[in-house]
């Protein structure tokens, strides 16, 4: 009788520790939270939020080309819903359960054959554990990108790369209790600088982004190096704790330290980018480092000073300025040795009225022509060796003009600029263009 109670005991006890360990296992078991998905012009970008990091296994399959997802020991919490397909390279994603529940399948149904790439993401400002799936063209349709070798004996158009910071998983500062995003507000006024840009003769404008996706902070200067920009601009808006703070300010790269406190916290939060929008960092920065030491990057940040200069000249026009010289710091997008980079702060997004400002349509364009002014300012002075600017370039005469200001601002000489345009004396009359002959 005391064995077989013994024997009840023992049972009883081995399912309870069973079920312990059943328990035990599926508390352990991560769960799949959510999707999100980020179409660029060459990539597609899906991110998936998970509750802890997860062992995973990604592989095609052809005809049709699709891409697996499988994820070890994860339930699936969500439904895949209001994914936009309309872009990108993905046409529909489908997940379900596997192996009695332990597992999941992700099936991406694609609109032609890629190249895949994954990685896992620690948790980060407001972001969880993330798996990043990068999904690549095969073969990368890029568009026709008119380079300096293409001009043979022709002038070429200066180009002016425009940068609007942030973007996809990154939404950067926000402002009026979160429905006013950074990344929304400087892509539009990125894209009203650009159509300023194309209309002004002699320059063309390229956009790092056009969309709402995510790039690394050296891919956008990639895209500026791949179309021969002349000039690197970073659009951003501004953000502090306290609502007060205000106005609009202008930054070039510093290889040493920070010219302010507030310069150097700006940049640290600004090279967060990739951590937030999902970057693994390796030893690029070691490499960068030395590249700080060439002498081409010392004159890049002096052409940027004076590019930064005549800008911030411009935005002090349409509002006040928050810094009234242009700082410098380590900001990482401005490391560029071939060719003068600056970033604006043009608000403080986190200030209600001026989030309200950036919001608007009209204020975004009066931001664009305020920036625009500066750069034309700029190249008007300083165009670049055999561009369209620096073989032809002409001045319309307006009231207060004098020829030696002309002169000056262009950086001739008056007897240059008088033999150019056939003048006997120095005066001017209202709507007369005269030719700036090249310094």
Known sequence: ?????????????????????????QAQQSQLLG?????????????????????????SLPKPDRMVIDLQNVKK?????????????????????????????????MREKVKSHSYLLKPHGNYGHRLV????????????????????????????????????EDPGALGQRN??????????IAKKLKELVDKEPGMRGVL??????????????????????????SIHADSFKDHRAKGASVYTLSPKGATSEQARLLAQKENESDLIGGVTIDDKDDQLASVLLDLSLDASIVMSSEVASRVLSGLKQVGKLHKRKVEQAGFRVLKSPDMPSILIETAFISNPKEASRLNSP???????????????NYFRQNPPPGTKLAMVRKHKIERGDTLSTIA??????????KTANSLDSNLLRVGQVLEIPGS
């Open 35 to 59: 999707v999100r998905m980020w179409p660029a012009p060459e990539m597609t970008r899906l991110v998936f939020d998970i509750s802890n990091p997860v062992e995973h296994k990604l592989f």
């Open 362 to 376: 009209k204020h975004q364009r009066k931001m664009a022509s305020a920036i625009m002014g500066g750069v034309k």
């Open 208 to 233: 790092t982004r056009e969309g709402d996706y995510f790039l690394p902070l050296r891919k956008r200067t990639a895209i500026a190096r791949r179309n021969k920009a002349d000039l690197f601009i």
């Open 1 to 25: 009788m005391r064995n077989l109670v013994n024997k009840r005991a023992l049972i009883l006890l081995l399912m309870w520790l069973a079920t312990l360990m059943a328990g035990s296992v």
């Open 179 to 188: 429905k006013i995003k950074e990344k929304d507000v400087v892509l539009a």
């Open 408 to 417: 000056s601002n262009y950086q001739v000489p008056m007897d240059l600029l």
């Open 77 to 109: 919490g969500f439904k895949i819903e209001n994914i936009d397909y309309s872009k990108g390279l993905i046409k529909d994603i489908r997940a379900a359960s596997k192996d009695g529940g332990k597992n999941v399948r992700i099936v991406l149904d």
């Open 133 to 168: 799936v990068e999904l690549q063209q095969s073969q990368k349709k890029r568009s026709v990108v008119r380079t300096a070798e293409q001009y043979t004996n022709k002038a070429r158009d200066i180009v002016v790369a425009i940068d609007a910071g942030h973007g996809g």
